[in-house]
């Protein structure tokens, strides 16, 4: 009995794994670190791990858990309350709409899929933060954010994989 | 665990449908919160700063060993160059004990003026220490999140400082958690004056490092290393608080770099100076006390 239940527990623990660890990747990149500019040129680590999840384990990254990560994220980093939840909604309907395309693709053409959506995420941003808060924001830093995004991608997906096959084996 | 049968086939596509209007539900919910948060709407302000009530010790937690790390990496830092930085400070301190000379003169100048002129004195103020636990970046908000809230006295529009000088004022309040609005974000308008001349401008962010001055007072020349210090105008800030300094002259504009360094923020002091100002009242009277 007790065992069963265990296992249970193991089991909805594994399949929250996505959404929990995307969750804290929110909260730790808030974090504030010692070195010039971080705050403003730190990766969009969220959208990494979002793509991540929703391309390999759609099953595991419902849309409601997009919205709660993305207004979880919008709240802690002072943007926007819903724009962030809107954008990864959209990643989100996007990635979905395009499951087959993905299924058993080369590493590079995710890639490069990743490279086009978090492009077109940033511009989407861009014109959201102007209609919400009329503000054009400096566009050097968002291209220098996205190349860090972009560059950091194959690493990260490189460990979001060892734990994918660590904890969601078969998947 | 197969099942077949009319059920399914019924099933298969009403999930679908169930699937696609929550989508739309979620986005139409999105859409709605960005409309409420361009109102500023209080339940928006109220909602993000549950959230941030809720992981504030949890940041807090996580940015000890980073803060220790940093200050190791400074001390070690700091021992290699240590017989540089003792001359530097002795000879600081043989011009700082001719400051303290000066500084006690006029403060015997100061009492005695006042006394001929009965002046009252401004009421203590009080402060409230508080740790940075997050660091909000984005190209459109600078802002951090700090380790106290209204429980310890802290309310909106409150000036933000270190010893170097002005870092911002604060923005949104929760219980236990507040943001911070930065000198440099786009919202920040601070009235302040050229030290010296007493011309006045405001300081405008532009979430670039170098804020700009604009609505300078006619007439007004600044000179690059010009010091730039709060005018008091406007209620929100005291005057002469240290705010930055002009790098930047002519027709592209006055630019001022803050004296604080936003990166290495580690804690600020949130002063209430007892300015009501055109700010809501409403939070308790601060103690002077310290907040983690």
Same mark, same amino acid.
């Given at each position: 009995?007790?065992?069963?239940?265990?296992?249970?527990?193991?089991?909805?623990?594994?399949? %929250?794994?996505?959404?929990?660890?995307?969750?804290?990747? %929110?909260?730790?990149? /808030? =974090?504030?670190?010692?070195?010039?500019?971080?705050?403003?040129?730190?990766?969009?680590?969220?959208?990494?791990?979002?793509?991540?999840?929703?391309?390999?384990?759609?099953?595991?990254?419902?849309?409601?858990?997009?919205?709660?990560?993305?207004?979880?994220?919008?709240?802690?980093?002072?943007?926007?309350?819903?724009?962030?939840?809107?954008?990864?909604? =959209?990643?989100?309907?996007?990635?979905?709409?395009?499951?087959?395309?993905?299924?058993?693709?080369?590493?590079?053409?995710?890639?490069?899929?990743?490279?086009?959506?978090?492009?077109? /995420?940033?511009?989407?941003?861009?014109?959201?933060?102007?209609? /919400?808060?009329? =503000?054009?924001?400096?566009?050097?830093?968002?291209?220098?954010?996205?190349?860090?995004?972009?560059?950091?991608?194959? %690493?990260?997906? %490189?460990?979001?994989?060892?734990?994918?096959?660590?904890?969601?084996?078969?998947? | 665990?197969?099942?077949?049968?009319?059920?399914?086939?019924?099933?298969?596509?009403?999930?679908?449908?169930?699937?696609?209007?929550?989508?739309?539900?979620?986005?139409?919910?999105?859409?709605?919160?960005?409309?409420?948060?361009?109102?500023?709407?209080?339940?928006?302000?109220?909602?993000?700063?549950?959230?941030?009530?809720?992981?504030?010790?949890?940041?807090?937690?996580?940015?000890?060993?980073?803060?220790?790390?940093?200050?190791?990496?400074?001390?070690?830092?700091? $021992?290699?160059?240590?017989?540089?930085?003792?001359?530097?400070?002795?000879?600081?301190?043989?011009?700082?004990?001719?400051?303290?000379?000066?500084?006690?003169?006029?403060?015997?100048?100061?009492?005695?003026?006042?006394?001929?002129?009965?002046?009252?004195?401004?009421?203590?103020?009080?402060?409230?220490?508080?740790?940075?636990?997050?660091?909000?970046?984005?190209?459109?908000?600078?802002?951090?999140?700090?380790?106290?809230?209204?429980?310890?006295?802290?309310?909106?529009?409150?000036?933000?400082?270190?010893?170097?000088?002005?870092?911002?004022?604060?923005?949104?309040?929760?219980?236990?958690?507040?943001?911070?609005?930065?000198?440099?974000?786009?919202?920040?308008?601070?009235?302040?004056?050229?030290?010296?001349?007493?011309?006045?401008?405001?300081?405008?962010?532009?979430?670039?490092?170098?804020?700009?001055?604009?609505?300078?007072?006619?007439?007004?020349?600044?000179?690059?290393?010009?010091?730039?210090?709060?005018?008091?105008?406007?209620?929100?800030?005291?005057?002469?608080?240290?705010?930055?300094?002009?790098?930047?002259?002519?027709?592209?504009?006055?630019?001022?770099?803050?004296?604080?360094?936003?990166?290495?923020?580690?804690?600020?002091?949130?002063?209430? $100076?007892?300015?009501?100002?055109?700010?809501?009242?409403?939070?308790?009277?601060?103690?002077?006390?310290?907040?983690?």
């Amino acid at each position: 009995m007790v065992g069963a239940a265990l296992a249970q527990l193991d089991r909805s623990l594994k399949q %929250a794994l996505p959404l929990i660890l995307t969750a804290l990747i %929110a909260l730790l990149s /808030v =974090v504030p670190l010692p070195i010039p500019e971080y705050a403003v040129l730190a990766p969009n680590l969220v959208l990494i791990c979002a793509f991540y999840w929703i391309v390999h384990r759609p099953d595991l990254f419902p849309a409601w858990g997009a919205f709660a990560i993305g207004l979880f994220d919008d709240a802690l980093s002072g943007a926007p309350l819903g724009l962030n939840a809107f954008v990864l909604l =959209v990643v989100h309907a996007t990635i979905t709409g395009q499951h087959k395309f993905f299924r058993g693709k080369a590493f590079w053409l995710i890639w490069a899929s990743f490279a086009v959506l978090s492009a077109a /995420v940033a511009v989407a941003t861009l014109l959201l933060v102007f209609i /919400v808060m009329k =503000v054009v924001a400096a566009p050097g830093l968002f291209l220098a954010q996205l190349g860090l995004t972009i560059a950091i991608y194959p %690493a990260a997906a %490189a460990l979001l994989g060892r734990i994918q096959r660590l904890f969601l084996p078969g998947g | 665990m197969a099942r077949s049968g009319p059920a399914l086939k019924l099933a298969a596509p009403l999930k679908v449908l169930a699937q696609r209007l929550a989508f739309t539900g979620l986005l139409g919910a999105s859409v709605g919160l960005m409309v409420m948060a361009k109102a500023e709407a209080p339940i928006v302000e109220r909602a993000r700063m549950l959230v941030a009530d809720a992981v504030v010790p949890v940041l807090d937690a996580v940015g000890k060993p980073i803060d220790t790390a940093a200050r190791w990496v400074d001390t070690a830092r700091h $021992y290699a160059d240590v017989h540089e930085e003792n001359r530097r400070l002795r000879e600081e301190n043989l011009r700082l004990l001719h400051w303290q000379q000066v500084a006690r003169n006029l403060e015997a100048e100061n009492r005695a003026l006042r006394d001929a002129q009965r002046v009252t004195t401004e009421p203590g103020l009080t402060f409230v220490t508080a740790r940075v636990v997050a660091d909000a970046g984005g190209a459109f908000v600078r802002s951090v999140l700090i380790a106290a809230g209204a429980r310890d006295g802290i309310a909106k529009g409150q000036p933000a400082l270190v010893p170097d000088g002005l870092v911002g004022r604060v923005g949104e309040t929760g219980e236990r958690a507040a943001r911070v609005l930065l000198l440099t974000d786009l919202n920040s308008h601070v009235p302040v004056q050229i030290e010296g001349t007493r011309d006045r401008a405001i300081l405008d962010g532009d979430n670039s490092d170098q804020p700009r001055l604009v609505f300078l007072s006619s007439g007004a020349k600044p000179q690059i290393g010009d010091r730039i210090v709060t005018s008091g105008d406007g209620g929100v800030f005291p005057p002469g608080l240290p705010v930055g300094i002009v790098v930047q002259t002519g027709d592209q504009g006055v630019r001022v770099r803050p004296f604080v360094e936003f990166h290495r923020l580690d804690a600020v002091r949130i002063v209430d $100076y007892g300015l009501a100002g055109a700010l809501p009242v409403g939070a308790p009277p601060p103690q002077p006390r310290r907040a983690r």
